[in-house]
């Protein structure tokens, strides 16, 4: 019984499962999730540990980024197992002492979360039991506003993320929503777009005889069309 609970406090969610629930201590007050972040997107991701080098150099680019999230309705909430003060002790630390890649003086703003007894880490599977059984990986959920997880990319802990990439990816989320597509390996707004498949053969025989005027079709199968970045960027950036 009890090895079957331990296996359970491992599970991860998946996409399109709703974000699970909790309640926890930040460095910005306590905060409900997801529920006082609904309307909006919310990146929620871990880190091994405070005060460590590529959770600084992280912790940093993130920071510098939260207006460029917040203006695509995107908020940030950061997570280890490290206690409250030792999450203060090593903002301040950051903001007072540290300079990478010409940033210095950084403040966080967003919440980092307080999870000593690993309750959110082991809800969420960040705790990845043979790269580290008591830290949390690099996980990334990215949450969409009605509390739905839309998508999850894990890193191990020698591994910084991409920041330009998890940016991207909120865009394209938002880009298939509103209009109603697929994004095609390293899309960018502005890019061409892929359109679903043909549902049937009428379809299919009308696309490939150039009968539906907008879209370029290499096969039936597959399709893209033209969606101008001023477009994209008017519906969901706040600031262009």
């Known amino acids: ?84 003060y030792s999450h203060i002790a090593w903002l301040r630390t ?5 300079e990478y890649k010409g940033m210095k003086n950084v403040e966080v703003n967003f919440p980092l979360i307080e999870d000593i007894k690993m309750d959110v880490a082991k809800k969420y599977g960040m705790i990845q039991p043979n790269e580290d059984s008591t830290k949390a990986v690099r996980a990334v959920f990215f949450i969409a506003p009605k509390g739905f997880i839309r998508t999850i990319i894990y890193y191990p ?31 960018q707004p502005g890019d061409d ?3 679903s498949p043909a549902g049937s053969c009428g379809t299919a025989k009308n696309r490939m005889e150039g009968k539906e005027k907008d879209l370029d079709c290499k096969d039936w199968f597959f399709c893209t069309k033209k969606l101008d970045k001023d477009t994209v960027l008017k519906k969901i950036l706040k600031k262009v």
């Not at 491992?10 to 972040?37: H, L, S, Y």
């Not at 920041?163 to 899309?187: C, G, M, S």
Request: one cysteine or more; charged letters at 20%.
């Open 94 to 98: 950051i903001k007072e002492k540290i």
């Open 193 to 195: 777009v892929i359109i």
């Open 157 to 187: 802990l020698s591994l910084g993320r991409n920041f330009e990439e998890l940016y991207r990816v909120v865009i394209a989320l938002q880009a298939a929503d509103e209009f109603k597509i697929a994004t095609p390996a390293d899309w």
């Open 1 to 84: 019984m009890e090895q079957i609970q331990e296996q359970q406090a491992f599970i991860m969610p998946r996409i399109g499962d709703p974000a699970p629930e909790f309640k926890a201590v930040t460095t910005q007050g306590e905060i409900n999730f997801p529920a006082d972040f609904k309307g909006s997107w919310v990146i929620l991701f871990s880190h091994p540990a405070d005060f460590t080098p590529v959770c600084t150099s992280e912790f940093m680019t993130f920071a510098t980024m939260e207006e460029k999230f917040a203006n695509a309705n995107c908020k940030l909430v950061g997570l280890s197992i490290d206690g409250l």
